[in-house]
């Protein structure tokens, strides 16, 4: 981990969705660590920061991606990169998934570019476990990953809101039928909070462990700001999440709820 930027060059621009790009860069992991599936870096436009979920980790190329969606300023600026262009990242932070599983039957479930996180785990514990995902998407141009995650040896199954690919309907509605089907021994779940509050209800009740990588407003992404606070418990999304087990998720009475904006005022 680092606390300072480091400058590094856009090595590789891949284009996943009309609205998401991922962006690959050399990292030293020697020096600065290997980072864990769900941790997070701080990128550096040179003018903001924002923490974007890393989505590929090469340790034998000492490459790192981060995969970013087209919503706003900061994001739109990051798109229009190049390959040769320089951006700043700091990290990696925070806590990610568990990777010490050997032989268990994994269900993995990204909405969106929550499928960034979702993919680095994926990657982790194919070798070792037998893993079914669920690719979910409001349509089928914007689903991620799926050729990869194939070619990787995982079951993928997609799922679009329009029903233009895969199961039509939301995750929540399709994970009904995987649990109905097949016992599951961890689940990992990112993507909007309305999708993982949903799944969360439908796990709970299944008496599965599971983990979920939550999304707040970060500054500092060390712990020091407390802008990424949740109630009522005061962990830091930074520090001691993003990624949080299903029993820890069950003390924090905002998720699903709410959440604070820029100013600390509940959106």
């Known amino acids: 981990m680092m606390d300072s930027s480091e400058v590094v060059k856009i090595k590789d621009v891949i284009y996943e969705t009309p609205t998401i790009k ?92 929550g499928m960034a996180p979702i993919y680095s785990v994926v990657e982790n514990l194919i070798f070792n476990n037998d893993i079914d995902v669920i690719s979910a998407a409001v349509t089928s141009s914007e689903l991620l990953f799926e050729g990869k995650l194939k070619e990787l040896g995982a079951d993928v199954f997609t799922c679009t809101d329009d029903g233009s690919r895969g199961f039509k309907g939301f995750a929540t509605d399709y994970s009904r039928e995987f649990f109905d089907k097949k016992s599951y021994d961890m689940v990992f779940v990112c993507g909007p909070e309305i999708m993982m509050k949903g799944l969360y209800d439908i796990i709970q009740k299944e008496n599965v462990a599971a983990e979920f990588s939550l999304e707040r407003y970060m500054k500092c992404a060390l712990g020091i700001c407390g802008q990424c606070c949740v109630d009522p418990t005061g962990w830091r999304i930074c520090v001691e999440g993003p990624v949080f087990n299903i029993e820890l998720l069950s003390m924090i009475d905002e998720f699903g709820c709410y959440k604070r904006d820029a100013s600390g005022i509940k959106k």
């Open 22 to 113: 991922t962006i690959i860069f050399d990292w030293d992991m020697d020096r600065y660590g290997v980072p864990n599936p769900g941790e997070f870096v701080m990128v550096w436009n040179f003018e903001n920061e924002k923490p974007m979920s890393i989505s590929e980790i090469d340790v034998s190329n000492n490459q790192l991606a981060i995969t970013v969606k087209d919503v706003g300023e900061f994001t739109h600026q990051i798109h229009g990169l190049k390959v040769g262009d320089e951006i700043g990242i700091r990290g990696s932070y925070g806590k990610g998934f568990s990777t010490d599983l050997e032989d268990k039957n994994i269900l993995a479930i990204g909405g969106g570019v």
